[in-house]
């Protein structure tokens, strides 16, 4: 059974950091690009990052471009999200979802994911 576990989420003050992990099971890890993919209150799921574990390729929404670092540690099953200098926006539910593409990279097109954590929610207060 795939599953994906996220973890990290919290309350943070606007500049603040937090790291967010990604336990992915039930599959082979270096196979599937992951995504991290973010939701705010009335406001549609976006993916912010991607990598390819195969190959370490990544891919960042200009949002957080130079805040955010994705990272994995195939010998653990788990994709990171380092996320620094936070900012009130990027307060939201925070998801980790597989590529349904074996060896392809969908991400991070929302429809291209087939299987999904349950997310961890990031406030940031200002």
């Known amino acids: 059974e795939v599953q994906l576990v996220e973890s990290g989420g919290g309350l943070v003050q606007a500049g603040g950091s937090l790291r967010l992990s990604c336990a992915a099971s039930?599959?082979?890890?270096?196979?599937?690009?992951i995504g991290w993919f973010r939701q705010a209150p009335g406001k549609e799921r976006e993916g912010i990052s991607c990598?390819?574990?195969?190959?370490?390729?990544?891919y960042y929404v200009d949002s957080v471009k130079g805040r955010f670092t994705i990272s994995s540690d195939n010998a653990k099953n788990t994709v990171y999200l380092q996320m620094n200098s936070l900012k009130p926006e990027d307060t939201a539910v925070y998801y980790c979802?597989?590529?349904?593409?074996?060896?392809?990279?969908?991400?991070?097109?929302?429809?291209?994911?087939?299987?999904w954590g349950k997310g961890t929610l990031v406030t940031v207060s200002s």
């Open positions: 990598i390819s574990p195969s190959d370490s390729s990544t």
């Open positions: 979802a597989r590529d349904f593409l074996f060896g392809g990279s969908s991400c991070p097109d929302v429809s291209g994911m087939d299987y």
């Open positions: 039930g599959f082979t890890f270096d196979d599937y690009a």
